[in-house]
């Protein structure tokens, strides 16, 4: 009999039936759900039915039914409800060992040199030394919180951590310095608004767009080069925007913005942080009293964040769109604009480096 070959432990089987029983009994509860069908086919085992029988009436194969009753011979109940399907019990490397051979690699992934992941791959296979598998790989990687991004692009002048550091700080040092407390006059508000300007024009560039499997749009694209520019600015801390759409890039139309956004905020204070264009440092501009100029290093977009809000308006207007004359174009910026809440400003343009150290309140 079956039950005789599986009987050579040191108390009978039909004890561990009435044990069985006795525990099941008292192990009714969610937490053991999971493990239902294991606890199914030992009763239907203690009740003299075959392994061959059991197996069919659980749905498990004969060979798991005998591995479980040989688990609860030899371990009790706890040894059959203990979990031992999913982990890593077969690695080629430990989780220490595959946090070091990542860290050996993050300076050459920062500098985007894996593209694809073969030279990533390769390496792994030489630490280990022998061949894995890939989807193997793709799992070590997931695990680690590697993702496959773009990367932000950077200008090759681009200036030290040390010489941003400094830009950071004269924003608040001018905050204590700056004319305001030259006037009679009392702001009552101080606003960090971050400035620059974005040309939209009928060139459109193609952005990708969701389709079902097997079909590729097709998109109309020309190459006229009609152009209007936008001036804006929002707020650092709570995504109060202002813009105007202009007819070019230079002083005069520097001026006129500076006009505009001075009179829209006649009762506060503004420090604009723009970047070096030739037209921000121009002789002839007017800057109102109300208005005060910080300049980012050159080549660190990144301090600006209105960099991103004209990504998002291009994103959301802009893209594979064809406009047949420059009054469209203005039309539909104009509509973009008015449809973006200071709310969302504000999560695009918002920095801790910013609320951090600088009291605006």
């Known amino acids: 009999m079956e039950a005789q070959s599986l009987s050579s432990h040191q108390h009978s089987w039909w004890f561990y039936c009435f044990s069985l029983r006795e525990k099941l009994a008292r192990s009714h509860n969610k937490n053991n759900a999971p493990h239902h069908r294991k606890i ?18 659980v749905g498990f194969v004969h060979q798991t039914v005998r591995n479980l009753l040989n ?35 993050l300076s050459s992934s920062l500098n985007g040199e894996f593209v694809t992941v073969n030279s990533l791959f390769k390496a792994y296979q030489e630490r280990v030394g022998h061949k894995t598998t890939r989807e193997g790989f793709y799992a070590l990687l997931k695990r680690h919180g590697w993702r496959k991004v773009s990367p932000r692009p950077q200008h090759p002048k681009k200036a030290d951590a040390e010489t941003i550091l400094a830009s950071k700080n004269k924003i608040f040092i001018r905050g204590e310095k ?17 400035q620059d300007e974005a040309g939209f024009g009928r060139i459109r560039k193609l952005g990708s767009c969701w389709t079902p499997k097997g079909y590729r749009p097709h998109v109309a694209s020309h190459h006229i080069r009609e152009y209007r520019y936008c001036y804006g600015v929002v707020d650092a801390h709570t995504g109060d925007s202002f813009f105007i759409i202009a007819g070019g890039c230079n002083s005069d139309w520097m001026n006129e913005f500076l006009r505009q956004l001075s009179a829209a905020y006649p009762e506060d204070y503004i420090i604009l942080v723009m970047d070096n264009a030739i037209w921000h440092k121009s002789q002839t501009l007017n800057i109102p009293k109300n208005i005060e ?69």
């Open 71 to 105: 688990r609860y011979l030899s371990g009790g109940l706890e040894a059959l409800l203990k979990e031992n399907r999913g982990g890593r019990r077969r690695s080629y490397m430990t989780h220490e060992e595959e946090e070091d051979f990542l860290k050996e690699q």
């Open 293 to 361: 100029f910080t300049f980012i290093p050159p080549y660190t977009p990144e301090m600006n964040p209105i960099e991103q809000v004209w990504a998002e308006i291009r994103k959301l207007g802009f893209k594979n769109k064809v406009f047949r004359t420059l009054n469209e174009v203005i039309d539909k910026l104009e509509e973009v604009i008015q449809t973006l809440t200071a709310y969302q400003l504000k999560s695009i343009v918002h920095r801790d480096w910013t609320s951090a150290i600088f009291d605006f309140k």
């Open 178 to 194: 700056s004319k305001r407390f030259n006037n009679e006059k009392e702001y009552q508000k101080i606003r960090l608004m971050y």
């Open 40 to 57: 199914q086919a030992l009763i239907l085992y203690s009740e003299c039915h075959n392994l061959t029988s059991v197996a069919k009436s």
